[in-house]
């Protein structure tokens, strides 16, 4: 399978504390995204980091980018009860159209 | 930004039976995209539905099973045919934005019993 593999799988942690959550993948990529899907809900784009870049931020949010290690962490900082959603990484490429792959996802759960 | 809305946002179905579900864009997009969200599962790319041309389907899904429409640039459906309880899922609806990133619908939350 090509799917992407996030870990870890679930994270929970305090309001106020830092959530870490990583993605590997296998295909060479053109971009690679992060996406928030509550309950169950559609996903929400988050952020996009291009694959000549190694770091971005968005407000509260931090991405990296490995591409020798093909690898990518996000980082939400002093995390909000609201922040509580699963996330999804997803690889993108190029064959022709932009083609994506998804992660396996990251189920966090911030208590209040 | 694409607002995109689903119906319906989720249903019980007899198995055996067909479920069609609508997505309808507020813009007009030429791609728009049909995904499968097995439960506590990553999302599955059925197939892409482009307006004027039939749609492609990826690697293990037929257009018998999810026969898709695409009438217009703001509108199409997915139809879950013959349904059996591994059908039972969540289909979401997306579309590209203006860079490379995907906007989604909220999703329809199928059980098949």
């Known amino acids: 399978s090509q799917q992407g593999e996030e870990d870890p799988q679930a994270l929970s942690i305090q309001e106020g504390e830092n959530a870490t959550m990583n993605c590997s993948y296998k295909?060479?990529?053109?971009?690679l995204q992060w996406y928030r899907q509550n309950s169950g809900r559609g996903l929400v784009h988050l952020i996009l980091?291009?694959?000549?870049?190694r770091e971005k931020h968005s407000g509260r949010l931090r991405v990296t980018l490995d591409t020798s290690k093909k690898s990518s962490s996000l980082l939400i900082t002093a995390s909000r009860a609201a922040d509580t959603a699963s996330y999804f990484c997803?690889?993108?490429?190029?064959?022709?159209?932009?083609?994506?792959?998804f992660g396996t996802g990251t189920r966090l759960k911030v208590l209040a | 930004s694409a607002v995109i809305s689903q119906k319906p946002s989720r249903d019980i179905c007899q198995r055996g039976t067909s479920l069609t579900i609508q997505c309808q864009v507020d813009?007009?997009?030429?791609?728009m995209f049909w995904y499968r969200q097995q439960p506590g599962q990553s999302l599955t790319l059925i197939a892409t539905?482009?307006?004027?041309?039939?749609?492609?389907?990826e690697s293990g899904f037929v257009i018998d099973k999810f026969p898709i429409s695409r009438p217009n640039l703001t509108f199409s459906t997915l139809t879950v045919s013959n349904m059996s309880p591994e059908d039972s899922s969540i289909y979401l609806c997306?579309?590209?934005?203006?860079?490379?990133?995907?906007?989604f619908g909220p999703g329809t939350r199928l059980t098949v019993t």
């Open positions: 997306s579309v590209p934005g203006t860079g490379a990133e995907q906007y």
């Open positions: 295909t060479s990529i053109n971009n």
């Open positions: 980091i291009r694959s000549n870049e």
């Open positions: 997803a690889t993108v490429y190029t064959s022709g159209t932009y083609k994506y792959i």
């Open positions: 813009s007009q997009v030429t791609m």
């Open positions: 539905a482009n307006q004027g041309s039939e749609a492609t389907y």
